[in-house]
T-cell receptor
């Protein structure tokens, strides 16, 4: 089954404790992206990657890091989480081929930073 | 600046009634346009998309949307709403220049009365 998976689905942590949210897709997509969803703000792009070793900042990159060492994986790293990073996070991927531009989303990771 | 506006934060309709969710965008050229639905506790599912051609596009679950260039709008419609349509709906635009830039609206939460 074609899908984007994220782990963990739920995470409660404390300020300053480094964490990683994993994202993996099995569709051989070139493009991957991370979003955060906050009430009243919709989805905002954090980082995106156009291919292995190619990443760029989205609209709200502060406090986050990403890496793309393999095509299928795109982990989101919070080196020193703060309470304002409490949010619902989505990973997404899409193919670079054709004109689809359709993104496929993971199920989301709900993060709480105390 | 590129933007997507969903002017209605909440909409309540009775089951069986018609529905129209509004979406206006600001973009330098004709972008690719999307509507996504997010059911409670779920990820995002693509309802429909517009790239070019016929300005009335059909999607899944009986939804349709009409692209109106003169009004910079891409409103989502359904002739008869079902209780299972209660969810949050997001309009999104993507650039056509090859960049991986998605912009989402802030969402419209739909409540369906039995």
């Amino acid at each position: 089954e074609a899908q984007v998976t994220q782990n963990p689905r739920y995470l409660i942590t404390v300020t300053g404790k480094k964490l990683t949210v994993t994202c993996s897709q099995n569709m051989n997509h070139e493009y991957m992206s991370w979003y955060r969803q906050d009430p009243g703000l919709g989805l905002r792009q954090i980082y995106y990657s156009m291919n292995v070793e190619v990443t760029d900042k989205g609209d709200v990159p502060e406090g986050y890091k990403v890496s793309r060492k393999e095509k299928r994986n795109f982990p989101l790293i919070l080196e020193s989480p703060s309470p304002n990073q409490t949010s619902l996070y989505f990973c997404a991927s899409r193919s670079a081929g054709g004109y689809s531009y359709e993104q496929f989303f993971g199920p989301g990771t709900r993060l709480t930073v105390l | 600046a590129q933007s997507v506006t969903q002017p209605d934060i909440h909409i309540t309709v009775s089951e069986g009634a018609s529905l129209e969710l509004r979406c206006n965008y600001s973009y330098g050229a004709t972008p690719y346009l999307f509507w996504y639905v997010q059911s409670p506790g779920q990820g995002l599912q693509l309802l429909l998309k517009y790239f070019s051609g016929d300005t009335l596009v059909q999607g899944i679950k009986g939804f349709e949307a009409e692209f109106k260039r003169s009004q910079s709008s891409f409103n989502l419609r359904k002739p008869s709403v079902h209780w299972s349509d209660a969810a949050e709906y997001f309009c999104a635009v993507a650039g056509t220049s090859g960049t991986y830039k998605y912009i989402f609206g802030t969402g419209t939460r739909l409540k369906v009365l039995a």
